[in-house]
């Protein structure tokens, strides 16, 4: 199946208690800390859009990079504030996206609970001071605004549009973006786990260039 998710959404629970809903879509209605967002990457657009080539030095599958949304969340029933990934925004539009296009208000939002990050060996580390992040890492920005360090982060997800056949990469996210500035994740970026060609390449080279650095090394 392409979604293991159930319909409807799950109401939000109580706070700390997130993991009781680890595998399962929730609807939370709240408010997005908008002034407070944080941009991570450069990344391409979400999986279900082409490869996730993050961290290798890889052109991103799509040709078009950008940037996901890092963004506080207070939910209204609860009062607990989360980090949201609001979505993910093209890098040309970034310094213009307004604060009504992110979610000015009252909004509604679907979403799932996802895991950390942990950066790459051989990737570039985040540099908080500066606001510059390539790695999720959400102890690290739930500290950098203030909040505690074991706050939840959570993906919206969209489960409004449907992706065209044979629509992908750059000519999907270019057909989204018409729509909205904003690509959100769908259900398949968090069912669907599988290695594409390009992320065995990109394998390959750094275990070749690992490889060569050592046999330089010891020569």
């Not at 607990?80 to 000015?104: D, F, H, M, P």
Request: glycine share 10%; with cysteine.
């Amino acid at each position: 199946p392409s979604c293991r998710f159930p319909t409807p959404p799950a109401p939000p629970p109580p706070a700390g208690s997130w993991q009781d809903v680890a595998e399962r879509r929730v609807g939370v209605e709240g408010q997005l800390d908008v002034a407070a967002a944080i941009r991570l990457g450069p990344r391409n657009a979400p999986q279900s859009n082409g490869p996730d080539l993050r961290g290798t030095g890889f052109k991103t599958g799509s040709g078009v990079t950008g940037y996901y949304l890092i963004v506080p969340f207070k939910v209204a029933s609860t009062g607990e504030v989360l980090l949201v990934n609001r979505g993910w925004v093209e890098k040309a539009r970034c310094e213009t996206l307004s604060q009504e296009e992110i979610g000015a208000g009252q909004v509604e939002l679907t979403v799932v609970l996802r895991g950390n990050e942990s950066t790459p060996k051989m990737g570039i580390p985040n540099d908080p001071g500066r606001g510059i992040w390539f790695t999720l890492d959400t102890p690290a920005m739930a500290s950098a605004l203030g909040l505690d360090r074991d706050t939840v982060i959570v993906d919206v997800i969209d489960i409004h549009s449907v992706k065209k056949a044979g629509k992908k990469g750059a000519a999907a996210i270019k057909e989204q973006l018409n729509e909205s500035p904003i690509v959100m994740k769908q259900a398949s970026d968090h069912t669907n786990f599988y290695v594409m060609p390009e992320t065995h390449l990109a394998y390959c080279v750094t275990w070749y260039g690992l490889s060569a650095a050592m046999a330089v090394g010891t020569w």
